[in-house]
């Protein structure tokens, strides 16, 4: 489809492992966007890539969350040892660039559930 | 620090009434400011924004009204119907997005009855 791809949709795991989520923009979109969806905390803003470059990842959670993107394209957010509290949707976002008028399209998530 | 409060949490409307959500932004380099529509297992979607140049913006039967001086912004569904049973948030973001993101509010969750 045209939209932004997320996979996978639901994610189960124990606790301590790790988990790798996958964001495909919408082709041709330089920016790309994380976004964390729990009950509690609403819609929370991760991360920002313009091209391949994250400049401030101030907004990741802990130092247990990284995320990359290569080639302009595919990013994926890695969650190591995971906690209780990670439980929650992963939405991905990619604009066609940064800026008033770029709007943000939103895939439908990865839903994880830390046991 | 909760930069974007909106209110109500939640709404219940007739079908064919007017629905009304609002928000309110403590950032002043805040310049965009879209509404997001939200579907149960989907992601959010963009319905409409607005820069604060312009005091409304109208698409159909959205309509978002603007104050700047008040800091606050507002959806207006007319003729609601059952259709746009959904949850809504208001954002908020400098330039965009770009390394700061969005900034959301918590969320409306509207029902319109029919």
């Known amino acids: 489809g045209a939209g932004v791809s997320q996979s996978p949709s639901n994610k189960v795991t124990e606790k301590g492992k790790d988990v790798e989520l996958r964001c495909d923009p919408i082709?041709?979109?330089?920016?790309l966007y994380w976004y964390r969806q729990s009950l509690g905390q609403g819609l929370e803003f991760l991360i920002y890539?313009?091209?391949?470059?994250?400049?401030?990842k101030s907004g990741l959670p802990s130092d247990r969350f990284s995320a990359e993107r290569t080639g302009g394209s595919v990013s994926t957010l890695t969650i190591q040892r995971t906690q209780q509290e990670d439980s929650a949707v992963y939405l991905c976002?990619?604009?066609?660039?940064?800026?008033?008028?770029?709007?943000?399209?939103f895939g439908d998530g990865t839903r994880l559930s830390i046991l | 620090q909760q930069q974007v409060k909106q209110s109500p949490q939640s709404l219940i409307v007739q079908k064919g009434g007017i629905s009304i959500i609002n928000c309110a932004y403590e950032?002043?380099?805040?310049?965009?400011f879209p509404w997001y529509q939200q579907f149960p297992g989907k992601g959010p979607a963009l319905l409409i924004a607005?820069?604060?140049?312009?005091s409304e913006k109208k698409e159909g039967r959205f309509t978002i009204s603007f104050n700047k001086s008040a800091k606050q912004f507002s959806l207006h569904i007319m003729d609601s119907q059952p259709g746009d049973s959904a949850t809504y948030f208001c954002a908020a973001s400098n330039a965009g997005g770009g390394a700061d993101g969005l900034t959301f509010g918590k969320g409306t969750h509207l029902i319109i009855q029919p």
């Open positions: 950032n002043t380099a805040f310049d965009y």
């Open positions: 890539f313009q091209g391949n470059s994250a400049p401030d």
């Open positions: 082709s041709g979109h330089t920016a």
């Open positions: 607005i820069r604060p140049d312009v």
């Open positions: 976002a990619s604009s066609l660039g940064h800026g008033i008028g770029q709007p943000q399209h």
